[in-house]
């Protein structure tokens, strides 16, 4: 669901190397292979984070999406079943072909 993208970008904002928009930059990969484990500066978030651009819409999205008073119907069962069958004649030879 891409409508969660901008709260998982937004949550991850506080980590290095990440560029305005949330979005991890090329230089993270090298980064992380030169840092040592131990580093409690990374496994330590902040108390609070940079909000990214795109969690406004993402956020108006989701409430357009659940801003029903009642979920909505959805077959889980189809109640009908079809076949179709097509005729194709090659080399005197009658050729069906289900769907």
Known sequence: ???LKGIHLTLDSWRPLQDRE???TQAQLAYHL???DT???LTQPPAHVTLVPRLKDDLEGLQLLF???H???CL???KQIACILYGLETHREQVLVTL
Do not use: A, E
Request: glycine share 4%.
């Open 34 to 36: 030169s840092i040592d």
């Open 39 to 41: 580093d409690t500066q």
């Open 1 to 3: 669901m891409p409508y």
């Open 22 to 24: 949330g979005w991890r």
């Open 71 to 73: 979920p909505p119907k």
């Open 67 to 69: 801003n029903h008073p």
């Open 76 to 78: 889980i069962r189809s």
